[in-house]
């Protein structure tokens, strides 16, 4: 017997290639064309719900840890493999804060900005709905042994799932190219850390190659399998919004899996008559790793069916190439310039009518600081999203009674040194540095009083 669903296959998204491949298979790039893979699914075979709502039952069940997850909950919409592989550590259990605070700080209006705190997931980061789905995948196909390059996150959930699951890992950093608060993480959950000498696109590289020379499976974006646990954060937002989407979804761009992500969701979601509108996705990039923006604003590269215009990547790569350009962010989460899932983004840009643009580290920085301030905090490159979304109120694209919901990637202390010196070295208008006082309780409560 097969352990894996014949209601799913793997399908390459290339149209002039479209070679399917059975949910058995690890795969991370269709093997007969290169190009990247989706999950597909018969829905026809696949009792999915007449109404999303429908979903909400699910919550009676919940000492039952599949119900309780965030991501298999909806295990409806993410059919690939019997229940007996699914892997939970209780992932998925985020908020989505309406933020009025914020809002009026921001020129919105009450009621209508949301965040959507994926920081507050068991790793800290929203990766961990993307390992839940690639851990589950991994253990069906029965694999001992897993790797990721990444920027920390991807890192740090990785160790936490894969010692959940007793499987080695490891991890491929850039060499002081991740914070610390993620890079803790990964050495305490176990994982064999790797630092190279080079940036994430280094890393990228280096292990799709040790992936396919030693048969490791690899749980970076490229794993259509982690896609598939990431888009049921676009469920929770709509479950949170009692079940209605929001107009605008706004997320920050790094290797460009959430944003893919996220698209194909609302994708499925309209195909099955579940949504009546899909929400405009906004995908923000820092300005010193800003190549969907080059590429998107700048070159007017798009989907166009599947037929990307390749040509204006690889000239664009091969400028950077020559320029021996690295990029640079204090969001180093996104410190990203050839993302991998580009054609993905593209088709979610494509199916969202989505806009992109680019903001600077000091943007992100003031965003973090309001975030912090008025909310429950998040690293920097999840503030890329209020920081967009300023240029977006500014520029006219989103009004102020549009429902936005940003996704904050992040937990505030993955990143506490970018935070600790944006305070004590009053780099922006919303530093708060401590005050420094002699042991004396006369001078101590001078400083308090009114
Ligand atoms: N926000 C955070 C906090 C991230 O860690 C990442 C990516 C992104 C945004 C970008 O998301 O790739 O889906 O566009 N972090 C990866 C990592 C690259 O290795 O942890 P994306």
Known sequence: MSSHKDTAKQKCINPCCGSEFDCGQSLFKCPDCGDLLDIIYDWDRIEVPSSLSDFAKRWATKSNPLDFSGVWRFRDMVDFCDDKYKVTIGEGQTILQQNDDLAGVLGVNPGCLHLQYEGLNPSGSFKDNGMAAAFSHAKMVGVKSSACASTGNTAASMALYAHSCGMKCTVFIGEGRIAFGKLSQSMDYGGHTIQIRGDFDDCMKQVQSV?????????????????????????????????????????????????????KMFSELKELGLIAKIPRLAVINATGASTLTDLFNGKGLRWNGGNVDEAIINDYYADLTAKNFSPHTCASAIEISRPVNMKKCLRALDICNGVVLAVTDEEIL?????????????????????????????????????????????????????????????????????????????????????
Request: charge should be negative; hydrophobic fraction near 40%.
């Open 211 to 263: 992936c396919l020379q030693l048969g490791i499976y690899l749980v970076n974006s490229l794993n259509p399998f982690r896609l598939e646990g990431q888009k049921t954060i676009m469920l929770r937002i709509i479950e949170q919004f009692g079940w209605q989407v929001p107009d605008w979804i706004i997320a920050p761009g790094g290797n460009l899996g959430n944003s893919s992500a996220f698209g």
């Open 366 to 450: 003031d965003a973090k600081a309001q975030i912090g301030k008025y909310g429950l905090g998040c690293e920097p490159a999840s503030a890329a999203t209020i920081a967009g979304l300023k240029h977006l109120l500014a520029n006219g694209t989103i009004a102020a009674d549009e429902r936005v919901a940003c996704v904050l990637t992040g937990y505030l202390l993955k990143d506490p040194d970018v935070t600790v010196n944006y305070h004590k070295n009053k780099q922006g208008a919303f530093s708060n540095p401590p005050v420094q006082v002699d042991n004396d309780l006369e001078q101590i409560i001078e400083l308090i009083k009114e």
